[in-house]
């Protein structure tokens, strides 16, 4: 199990590009699956994209080409790049993880452990 802290939301315009980190507890990190979703108010969780510990990455069709996800397994930190940010990303964006055997996880419950989120706003 990892402990996962997301930081760098925050309000940004459209067009515009942010990086989010998320720090991860415990030596299990670098055999571990990770993970970005994200939660727009009143609507469901939904999958943004993935990372396996190898480095091979995937997305949801809404990020792929705007979004990368990276991870560095020396500092323990995955990043979720964001660019040409879109209004309709506004949302609580959270960093998850699972050990890695050898699957594609794209299901919130394929995920057991999940930061605390952090808020994305982008303004039109």
């Known amino acids: 199990q990892v402990q996962l802290v997301e930081s760098g939301g925050g309000l940004v315009q459209a067009g515009g590009s942010l990086r989010l980190s998320c720090a991860a507890s415990?030596?299990?990190?670098?055999?571990?699956?990770m993970g970005w979703f994200r939660q727009a108010p009143g609507k469901e969780r939904e999958f943004v994209g993935g990372i396996k510990w190898r480095g091979n990455t995937y997305y949801a069709d809404s990020a792929k080409g705007r979004f990368t996800v990276s991870r560095d397994n020396a500092k323990n930190t995955v990043y979720l790049q964001m660019n040409s940010l879109k209004p309709e990303d506004t949302a609580v964006y959270y960093c998850?993880?699972?050990?890695?055997?050898?699957?594609?996880?794209?299901?919130?419950?394929?995920?057991?452990?999940w930061g605390q989120g952090t808020q994305v706003t982008v303004s039109s």
């Open positions: 998850v993880g699972r050990p890695d055997y050898g699957g594609i996880y794209y299901s919130s419950s394929q995920y057991t452990d």
């Open positions: 415990g030596r299990a990190f670098s055999s571990y699956a």
